[in-house]
């Protein structure tokens, strides 16, 4: 079993964001190529998956409630 170890594993959390100018290329490329566009929100997709393995976690001592 791999224990995750702050600071060893990962350095930063991060969320991909695409900047607009390629969203916009994209859409482009797909008209002049005649693909098909699907639009599919997938925001909180995360927060409902189902997990196979327990998950422990602490809140950073920076925090204040």
């Known amino acids: ?12 959390t991060f969320s991909p964001v695409a900047k607009m ?18 639009q599919l929100d997938v925001k909180n ?7 196979q393995e327990e998950i422990y976690m602490e809140q950073p001592s920076s925090f204040v409630a």
């Open 45 to 51: 997709v995360f927060l409902n998956g189902d997990l």
């Open 1 to 12: 079993m791999h224990l995750t170890i702050s600071g060893l594993d990962y350095g930063d």
């Open 21 to 38: 100018a390629y969203v916009r290329l994209f859409i482009v490329l797909a008209a002049f190529q005649q693909w098909p566009l699907y």
